[in-house]
């Protein structure tokens, strides 16, 4: 697991890494994402690529769960690309938040902060060049695809409201066979390939490296402030 990361400091300007997560559904993203989410607190905030499916508000029910979820084209990306470069500018966005049970956005916002730390997972987030290209470290998590499927149902069923077997045709109809067209290509294009959400090991050697980014910020911080110090000192000087 090789990868170097240049973090350059702007003056008065927040400097955030931003970590994408990719891998197909029930591959262990959210696992994985979510320890490094515990493991670094608050200097860590999370951003899902599925808040932004895009609105359905005209499209009834029956259709709506018909809709092919796993095409690059049932997502706002555009949107994200933006919300991304305004964290990386150290702005706030308000991230869109989508329900699963209703099959569409809902009409509630959640404002983000930026942090050192951007995590963004989705299953489809490599597949976009405007993604990748603002993406500091790009992660591919993978898992077999009868683990993949297993996993699936039982989130779909404890946590989203589905019932199974609208879960096996959508898995059959879309989610199988979008995997291979658009998903399982950009492993390729990752800049690490890690065995499931708990592999211990790529977990504590990524929060290596994920600490040792962090000081390189804090120590890049120090050196803007002490910077700003010394001028602030000589303009007194002049003006005195």
Not at 10 to 29: F, P, Q
Not at 109 to 138: F, H, N, Q, S, T
Not at 159 to 170: F, S, T, V, Y
Not at 197 to 220: T, W
């Amino acid at each position: 697991m090789k990868f170097t990361v240049e973090i350059r400091k702007e003056a008065g300007k927040m400097e955030s890494i931003i970590i994408g997560i990719a891998g197909g559904s029930g591959s262990g993203k959210s696992t994985f994402t979510n320890r490094i989410k515990k493991h670094f607190g608050d200097d860590v905030v999370v951003i899902y690529h599925d808040n932004y499916y895009r609105r359905q508000d005209g499209i009834p029910f029956e259709k709506r769960v018909k809709v092919n979820y796993d095409h690059p084209d049932s997502l706002e990306t555009d949107l994200l690309v933006e919300h991304l470069k305004q964290l990386k500018a150290g702005k706030s966005i308000e991230c869109p938040v989508y329900d699963y049970s209703q099959h569409n956005r809902s009409d509630k916002v959640i404002k983000i902060e930026p942090r050192p730390v951007i995590l963004v997972e989705g299953i489809l987030l490599l597949a976009d060049e405007r993604i990748r290209d603002l993406l500091d470290i790009k992660v591919y998590v993978e898992a077999d695809a009868d683990e993949r499927i297993l996993r699936r149902i039982s989130r779909d069923v404890e946590e989203r409201g589905r019932d199974l077997n609208g879960i096996i045709e959508q898995y059959l109809t879309t989610v199988k066979p979008m995997h291979y067209l658009y998903v399982e290509p950009t492993r390729a294009k990752a800049d690490i390939v890690i065995n499931s959400g708990k592999n211990n090991v790529a977990f504590d050697l990524f929060v290596s490296k994920i600490r040792q980014l962090l000081e390189q910020l804090s120590d890049q911080d120090k050196k803007v402030q002490l910077e700003k110090d010394e001028d602030n000192f000589y303009n007194d000087c002049d003006n005195n």
